[in-house]
């Protein structure tokens, strides 16, 4: 079992650009939650998805910012137009069941996104 | 709003010596607590949390609601328990109702000296 797989590691964009981060989850588990660690803070949710559907997006900017989880294939959270103020380290995590908390949370091994 | 707080940025103690990392937290409703651990290169994992009350690599941590902490403790410190450490917290309820939001700390990068 590969564990949640992110990719890429590091992902360099102009300002302007758009950023594609993929997340692939944990065999079996439907449920994926992104999370975004500016420098020098902790984690800060921004959307949990089950397949197909946004459950909850409520630490997600309003605007440039996107996610889906569809059918097949991995999440992808879309940055459009990337400001310096993106740059940061994005989680991805999956679980089991719904919440995740009972069996905790898998996280993956991030995205450094920089943008310069 | 809930908040986590992890006073100390970075904690250095030499090896066989105790440890504590701090953890604080503020939420109205009846919290679940965990810690997080990230050692160098690897990716975040679950440590250990409170529901639980397991010591987990020596590590143990009690919720104390009068005092809104949840202390990572161990008594003897090993060379390879230097990592980065998160507290965090969730208001999901032995019930399962609620949130599955995960609030965490800035984090405490442990560095322990040989």
């Known amino acids: 079992n590969a564990g949640v797989m992110q990719n890429p590691r590091h992902l360099v964009r102009r300002r302007g650009q758009e950023a594609r981060l993929r997340c692939s989850p944990m065999k079996g588990h439907s449920h994926v939650y992104w999370y975004r660690q500016l420098p020098e803070e902790g984690l800060k949710f921004m959307v949990y998805l089950q397949k197909e559907n946004i459950i909850d997006e409520s630490g997600m900017p309003k605007e440039r910012f996107s996610a889906e989880f569809p059918k097949e294939g991995p999440s992808i959270l879309r940055i459009q137009q990337v400001v310096r103020g993106d740059s940061a380290a994005y989680f991805c995590?999956?679980?089991?069941?719904?919440?995740?908390?009972?069996?905790?949370?898998?996280f993956g091994s991030g995205t450094r996104l920089t943008v310069v | 709003a809930q908040r986590v707080t992890q006073p100390e940025k970075l904690l250095s103690v030499f090896k066989g010596a105790p440890v504590e990392l701090k953890c604080n937290y503020s939420?109205?409703?009846?919290?679940?607590l965990f810690w997080y651990v990230q050692y160098s290169r690897q990716r975040l994992q679950l440590l250990l949390r409170?529901?639980s009350r397991e010591s987990i690599k020596g590590f143990t941590a009690d919720l104390n609601k009068g005092e809104t902490s949840f202390h990572l403790k161990k008594p003897f410190a090993q060379e390879e328990d230097s990592a980065m450490y998160y507290c965090a917290l969730s208001d999901l309820a032995y019930s399962g109702a609620g949130s599955y939001q995960l609030t965490f700390g800035k984090g405490t990068k442990l560095s322990v000296i040989p």
């Open positions: 995590a999956s679980s089991l069941l719904a919440g995740g908390n009972a069996n905790g949370y898998t």
């Open positions: 939420y109205s409703g009846s919290p679940e």
């Open positions: 409170h529901i």
